[in-house]
């Protein structure tokens, strides 16, 4: 058996991808970081945020900040 619940990485990525929506940011290669899930290691798995581009890192930096209410 794994060591890492596939249920609960696959969650915590559809809950980022949801938050990030509702801000209107899409990361488009949002997903689990295959070699850290697939690993032999008692680490939890890595979330894969992807690259973006730079309108998409504006809209996350005032997402972010809008929350900490800078």
């Known amino acids: 058996m794994h060591p ?3 249920h609960e990485t696959d969650t915590c990525v559809e809950d980022l991808r949801t938050a990030l929506e509702a801000n209107g940011i899409t990361l488009p290669s ?3 970081d ?3 899930f697939a690993g ?3 680490t939890r798995p890595l979330i894969a945020l992807g690259n ?3 309108a998409t890192a504006r ?3 005032a997402a972010l900040r809008k929350a ?3």
Do not use: F, Y
Request: with cysteine; glycine share 10%; hydrophobic share 45%.
């Open 4 to 6: 890492h619940p596939h």
């Open 30 to 32: 949002l997903g689990v």
């Open 34 to 36: 295959l070699p850290t």
């Open 40 to 42: 032999a290691l008692p």
């Open 52 to 54: 973006c581009n730079q």
């Open 59 to 61: 809209a996350l930096v």
């Open 68 to 70: 900490a209410g800078q």
